[in-house]
């Protein structure tokens, strides 16, 4: 699961199962979900389950599988319990059947082979554009407006790189400061730790990290104007956000068969470049490539040669830095958000028309640091973005520079906090042993002690789901018997 893919999924998982079903009556979202959240076993899965007609016995689908495939059987069907696609029935003279929940399996089956009258994947317009947008129009606009918000976020190192012409609401800057990409510190904001990862993302994982904090704050004002409060749906707008992913770049559509929700958020939306309208009275829409790929692949966007590529990537793709053993840094870049990320942790001290040099030092990191960034955010950047000649090198970055870069952070450090759940009190041995070797199996488990029976794990659903499982089946045999 890509990253992009994985934070949708967090979101998603927390969810209710009343909310699931009403997003899944709409076909484009559960083909959405099919297609961006499962794995290929998930697919396989529910592909072979969606015309059967009766609930699938466990044994039938654990026949399906290798025996040493065990792991991913069960991170399959974990996945699709924990979205609500595949749920237990109960089949006399079988313990346990699956079956798909309703109303996925319709939509699905609706988005498969077509018909119906549910418009969830958008009305195209039906009379022509009088100032058509060509698709690499579209792609410009994204292009300024995405560049615009990482640009604000880096704007701590005191260049100002928003685009001409392109000037920030009120709201994109609240949602990036309530999200923990920013922090006001005085007048100006600063990138933290969060921004920082969020910088080195792929441009469609960017935008659903940014999709989500809207999302958790859609019941709040998002608006250019704070006296227009509105209450939104969330629902409706995951809706209207899966909606988008399954719409065609460079056709134009219709806002008559809109909600007032779906028409609020195009407000929005517009500011980060995800839609295009020529003004908000408009009575269409068009989908930039940001809103064309949120249900497909994170790498569908950089990929895309004709379209507007990752901000942090040079205009021929290619990386850009050079560092010599001396820690002096050579960036061949004319891109000011470039220069700006770089100058976050790089003393600049000479500038050409094609290129930047400078040195990274201890004070450099120190400030770096400072600002939240950790030392394996910088080495990432650095060798995700090394020139051509330095990755004819093994390692790309020279040792000695790498290395120092860690001491330099681990000065002030001797602790790292890795975020999960103890399990501990087992009744028996077997049972802790058993449910040990399952956490290890399905790859979450970080550390365990077995003289005092507990372990910690950095995912709980599946474990406690596997406790409950081998606890009824504990209680099956104790009444058979």
């Not at 730790?193 to 998002?222: H, P, S």
């Not at 006296?227 to 707008?237: E, L, P, R």
Request: with cysteine; net charge positive; charged share 20%.
């Amino acid at each position: 699961m890509s990253g992009s893919s994985l934070r949708s999924f967090e979101y998603l998982e927390n969810l209710p199962g009343t909310v699931f079903n009403r997003l899944y009556q709409q076909p484009s979202t559960a083909l959405a979900i099919f297609r961006r959240m499962l794995t290929h076993l998930a697919k396989t899965f529910v592909m072979a389950m969606l015309y059967i007609g009766h609930p699938l016995p466990v044994t039938d689908l654990e026949s399906w599988v290798r025996p040493d495939s065990r792991r991913e059987r069960d991170q399959a069907i974990s996945l699709l319990e924990r979205l609500h696609i595949l749920r237990v029935t109960a089949v006399p003279g079988n313990p346990r059947a699956y079956t798909i929940t309703n109303p996925f399996l319709g939509s699905l089956r609706l988005a498969l082979t077509g018909g119906g009258n549910h418009n969830s994947f958008g009305v195209p317009c039906n009379t022509p554009d009088k100032h058509p947008v060509s698709i690499l129009e579209l792609d410009d606009y994204a292009r300024r407006q995405w560049e615009s918000v990482l640009g604000y976020m880096v704007g701590s190192t005191g260049i100002n790189i928003v685009n001409e012409g392109v000037k920030l609401s009120e709201g994109v800057k609240k949602l990036l400061k309530d999200g923990g990409l920013v922090k006001q510190r005085g007048s100006k904001a600063e990138i933290t730790q969060e921004g920082f990862a969020f910088i080195l993302q792929e441009v469609n994982a960017q935008v659903w990290t940014v999709l989500i904090y809207y999302l958790d704050a859609a019941e709040e004002t998002i608006t250019n104007n704070d006296a227009a409060k509105m209450n939104m749906d969330s629902v409706d707008v995951l809706s209207f956000l899966f909606m988008l992913g399954s719409l065609e770049l460079g056709q134009d559509y219709s806002k008559a068969t809109l909600t007032p929700t779906q028409l609020h958020m195009l407000d929005d939306l517009s500011d980060f470049g995800i839609v295009y309208q020529h003004y908000p009275t408009s009575k269409r829409f068009y989908p930039t490539r940001l809103a064309t790929t949120l249900s497909s692949d994170s790498g569908a966007l950089r990929s895309a040669s004709a379209g507007f590529d990752n901000a942090l990537r040079s205009p021929d793709g290619k990386g850009f830095i050079v560092i010599e053993t001396n820690y002096r840094v050579y960036a061949y870049t004319t891109s000011q958000l470039q220069i700006a990320i770089l100058q976050l942790f790089t003393r600049l001290n000479t500038r050409y028309p094609n290129m930047v040099a400078g040195k990274i030092t201890r004070e450099s990191i120190r400030r770096a640091v400072g600002l939240g960034i950790t030392s394996e955010q910088i080495i990432s950047f650095l060798s995700t973005h090394a020139h051509p000649q330095m990755r004819k090198n093994n390692p790309i970055l020279p040792p000695t520079v790498v290395d120092q870069i860690r001491l330099w952070q681990i000065e002030g450090e001797r602790m790292k906090a890795t975020p999960g759940f103890l399990f501990k009190e087992f009744a028996s041995g077997p049972d802790y042993e058993d449910c040990c070797k399952y956490s290890e199996e399905v790859g979450v488990l970080v550390w365990k002690n077995d003289g005092r029976r507990m372990f910690f794990v950095t995912r709980h659903e599946q474990v406690a789901q596997y406790l409950k499982n081998r606890q009824k089946k504990n209680e099956g045999a104790r009444a058979t018997a």
